[in-house]
C-alpha cells in the first residue's frame, strides 16, 4: 500500500481504513508537549542543580510554580522548559521528609560510631521513630569497629535491641574498609539518605563507598568528643550503583510535631503489647498493675527503647501544650457579633478612624 505523502491525506486514508489507533499514535508524536525530566541533586539560593541523563543543568523556578509557593527540594523529579532553564512542574514524590528536605528517598542508611563520638542510643532510637513516622524503610551501620573497643559485647548488646525491629544491621569501619562490600551489595539500585550525628563518619563512608568522590571529613573535637558539622548542604551523590544523599539537617531532630497518642505507632516493639489498656488513651507512661498492657510487659521491652519512649513523649506532650495554646490565644483574637465571628486587629495595625487622623494632625501643627 503507498501512503499520499500530505498528512492530512493520510489522517483521511486512517480513518477511512479504520486504523484509528495508528492515528492516535500519529496524534500524539506530532502534538505531544514534549519536556526533559530530570532530578534536582543540589540546590544553592535560588539555583537547582538538575540531573537529566547524564548532564546537570542549573536552572530557577518558573513564576508560577514560585507563585504557587511549590517547594522544590532535594530528590524531586522536575520537567524543564524547553530551553533547560527552568523547572516548571514537580512530578508527585514517592516521599518528602521535611528537616531536612529531600524527597524520593528509598532507603535510610543510620550510621552511629562505637566510640568518638560516645554511642548515643536514645538519639538511634530518634532516627528510627522518625523514619519509622515517614515510612520510610532504614538499616543500622556501626562505624570504627577498628577502635579500641569490646567488640563483642557491643555486638551482642546492639542485636539484643535491634534484631527484633531492624533485621538489617552492619557493623563497618570506613576508614580501613572494613564491611563496605556487604553493604554496598545491600544499596545497590537505591536512592540512600545518609543520616547520624555529626562525626559519626558519613562522609568517610561515602568515600569508601565511592572512590570517585571526595567529600570533606573533619576530626572529632578531642574536648567535646562531637563532631564538626562539616558537611553543610544537602546534596545527591552518584555511586556506581546507587545514589547517596548526604545531608547535615538530621543532627537536631525533635518530636515538635507530633501529638503524644500518635507516638507510640513509631515504636513497633511497644505497639504490639498495647492493645490491652484499660483506657483507649492510654499513652503507656504510667499505671498500676493491669492497667496498662505495655507496663505490665516492662520485662519484655528493651529499656533504652522504653526510655527513649518516655523521653521523645514529652516532646510530643510539649507540642501538644503549644498548639492548645495558640488555639486559645486564635480564640481570644475572635470578635463575635450576631451570627458573624470578626477577627480582632491589635491596637498597632488598626487603622485610625478619620476623626483621630485629623486630631493628630491638628496636634501635631500645634506643636511644630
Ligand atoms: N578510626 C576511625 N575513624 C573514622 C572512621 N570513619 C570516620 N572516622 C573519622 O571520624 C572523623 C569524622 O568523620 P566524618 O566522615 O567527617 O564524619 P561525618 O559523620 O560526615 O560528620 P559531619 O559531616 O560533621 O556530620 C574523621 O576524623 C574521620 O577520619 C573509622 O571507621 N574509623
Ligand atoms: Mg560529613
Ligand atoms: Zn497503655
Redesign the pocket.
Known amino acids: 500500500m503507498i501512503f499520499p505523502v500530505n498528512p492530512t491525506d493520510l489522517t483521511k486514508h486512517l480513518r477511512v481504513s479504520g486504523y484509528n489507533c495508528i492515528l492516535l499514535a500519529y496524534d500524539n508524536i506530532f502534538n505531544y508537549d514534549y519536556h526533559m525530566q530530570g532530578q534536582v541533586y543540589k540546590i544553592h539560593s535560588d539555583f537547582y542543580y538538575v540531573k537529566s541523563l547524564n548532564d546537570i543543568y542549573t536552572c530557577k523556578l518558573k513564576e508560577t510554580l514560585k507563585k504557587q509557593k511549590e517547594n522544590v527540594v532535594v530528590g524531586d523529579f522536575v520537567e524543564l522548559s524547553e530551553d533547560n532553564n527552568f523547572i516548571l512542574n514537580t512530578i508527585k514524590r514517592k516521599n518528602l521528609i521535611l528537616r531536612p528536605k529531600v524527597a524520593n528517598i528509598d532507603l535510610a542508611l543510620i550510621?552511629s560510631a562505637f566510640k568518638?563520638p560516645e554511642l548515643d542510643f536514645i538519639q538511634l532510637n530518634r532516627y528510627i521513630t522518625f523514619l519509622n513516622y515517614y515510612k520510610i524503610p532504614y538499616v543500622l551501620c556501626f562505624?570504627?569497629e577498628?577502635?579500641e573497643i569490646d567488640l563483642a559485647n557491643l555486638q551482642d548488646k546492639i542485636d539484643r535491641i535491634y534484631r527484633n525491629i531492624c533485621p538489617n544491621i552492619f557493623y563497618i569501619?570506613?576508614?580501613?574498609k572494613l564491611g563496605i562490600d556487604a553493604l554496598s551489595d545491600f544499596l545497590k539500585g537505591k536512592t540512600v539518605a545518609l543520616c547520624?550525628q555529626?562525626?559519626?563518619?558519613?562522609?568517610?563512608?561515602l568515600n569508601s563507598l565511592n572512590s570517585a568522590v571526595n567529600l570533606k571529613?573533619?576530626?572529632?573535637s578531642a574536648k567535646t568528643q562531637r563532631?564538626?558539622?562539616?558537611?553543610r548542604h544537602v546534596e545527591i551523590i552518584d555511586c556506581a550503583d546507587f545514589k547517596i544523599i548526604d545531608t547535615?539537617g538530621f543532627s537536631n531532630l525533635k518530636f515538635d510535631f507530633m501529638l503524644p497518642d500518635e507516638l507510640i505507632n513509631y515504636f513497633p516493639d511497644l505497639l504490639k503489647y498495647s492493645g490491652n489498656c484499660k483506657y483507649s488513651d492510654c499513652l503507656h507512661d504510667v499505671g498500676d498493675k493491669g492497667i496498662c498492657s505495655v507496663v505490665d510487659n516492662l520485662d519484655k521491652i528493651n529499656d533504652i527503647r522504653y526510655k527513649s519512649y518516655l523521653s521523645f513523649l514529652e516532646e510530643c506532650r510539649d507540642y501538644k501544650e503549644k498548639i492548645s495554646k495558640k488555639s486559645i490565644k486564635e480564640e481570644s483574637s475572635k470578635k463575635q457579633t450576631g451570627s458573624k465571628t470578626f477577627t480582632k486587629i491589635s491596637k498597632q495595625k488598626r487603622i485610625s478612624s478619620r476623626n483621630t487622623q485629623k486630631q493628630r494632625i491638628k496636634y501635631y501643627e500645634d506643636h511644630d
Open positions: 550510621v568518638e562505624n570504627k577498628d577502635l569501619s570506613a576508614k580501613e547520624g555529626s562525626g559519626v563518619g558519613k562522609s568517610t563512608l571529613t573533619s576530626s572529632v563532631g564538626r558539622h562539616t558537611t547535615p
